[in-house]
T-cell receptor, first 112, second 119 residues
Framework: RKEVEQDPGPFNVPEGATVAFNCTYS??????FFWYRQDCRKEPKLLMS???SGNEDGRFTAQLNRASQYISLLIRDSKLSDSATYLC?????????????FGGGTRVLVKP | EAGVTQFPSHSVIEKGQTVTLRCDPI?????LYWYRRVMGKEIKFLLH????????ESGMPNNRFLAERTGGTYSTLKVQPAELEDSGVYFC?????????????????FGPGTRLTVL
C-alpha cells in the first residue's frame, strides 16, 4: 500500500465550478501536510501548508482529518489556469529533517 | 530573490557513463534535498543535507549515486556508472526552518529539475 494515495483523475471541471478531491495517508505519525501544484514538465510549487485542521487561501481550502487520515483540497470558482496536477505531500516532522512523501497527484482540467 | 536553480536542465547519456547534476539552493537556506521522479511513479526522496552534512540519505538507491555539498552552498549529485533505470527527473529543493507562535515550520521550494535520459 502506498503511503500517500490520490485519485489520479482527471477531474474535468467547468470554468467557474467548484471541485474537491481527497488524499489519504497511511502513517498516523505524519505531522505536516502540503498541497503542491505541478504543471506539465515543471517543478512542484507549494500551494498550501496544512499544519492544523485546515487552511484557506483565496479560492483554495484545505482540510485535514487526522482521525480518518485524509486531507482534502477544494477549489472554488475554478479558472482555466487552475488546470494542473495537484500533489498531496506529507511529512513526519514539522521542522528539520522533514523528508517529504508524495502522492501520485490528481489531475484537474478546467474547461471553458 | 532567486529561486532554486539546477543545471543542466536536460542530460542524455549512454549506459555506463557518468553524469553530475548541480543544484544551487535559495540563498541562506541550510536545508537542501534531492528527489527523483521516474516515469509513471511518484516523486521520491533521495537525501537531505543540513549545511554541508548529510542528515538523511535513506532514499539513495545504491552506491552509484554520490551527493556532495562542500561548503554548505551548492550541491552536486553524481551518478557513476549510469544505468537505464536511472532515467527520470531529478529535483532539488531547499528550505529554512522558521519559528511562528513557538512552533517550528519548514516549507520546501523546488528547482526546475534535471531531466536525465540514460540510453
Amino acid at each position: 500500500r502506498k503511503e500517500v494515495e490520490q485519485d489520479p483523475g482527471p477531474f474535468n471541471v467547468p470554468e467557474g465550478a467548484t471541485v474537491a478531491f481527497n488524499c489519504t495517508y497511511s502513517n498516523s505519525a505524519s505531522q505536516s501536510f502540503f498541497w503542491y501544484r505541478q504543471d506539465c514538465r515543471k517543478e512542484p510549487k507549494l500551494l498550501m501548508s496544512v499544519y492544523s485542521s485546515g487552511n484557506e487561501d483565496g479560492r483554495f481550502t484545505a482540510q485535514l482529518n487526522r482521525a480518518s487520515q485524509y486531507i482534502s483540497l477544494l477549489i472554488r470558482d475554478s479558472k482555466l489556469s487552475d488546470s494542473a496536477t495537484y500533489l498531496c505531500v506529507v511529512s513526519r516532522e514539522k521542522a528539520a529533517g522533514n523528508k517529504l512523501t508524495f502522492g501520485g497527484g490528481t489531475r484537474v482540467l478546467v474547461k471553458p | 530573490e532567486a529561486g532554486v536553480t539546477q543545471f543542466p536542465s536536460h542530460s542524455v547519456i549512454e549506459k555506463g557513463q557518468t553524469v553530475t547534476l548541480r543544484c544551487d539552493p535559495i540563498s541562506g537556506h541550510d536545508n537542501l534535498y534531492w528527489y527523483r521522479r521516474v516515469m509513471g511513479k511518484e516523486i521520491k526522496f533521495l537525501l537531505h543535507f543540513v549545511k554541508e552534512s548529510k542528515q538523511d540519505e535513506s532514499g539513495m538507491p545504491n552506491n552509484r549515486f554520490l551527493a556532495e555539498r562542500t561548503g554548505g552552498t551548492y550541491s552536486t549529485l553524481k551518478v557513476q556508472p549510469a544505468e537505464l533505470e536511472d532515467s527520470g527527473v531529478y529535483f532539488c529543493a531547499s528550505s529554512q526552518d522558521r519559528w511562528e507562535s513557538g512552533s517550528q515550520y519548514n516549507e520546501q521550494f523546488f528547482g526546475p529539475g534535471t531531466r536525465l535520459t540514460v540510453l
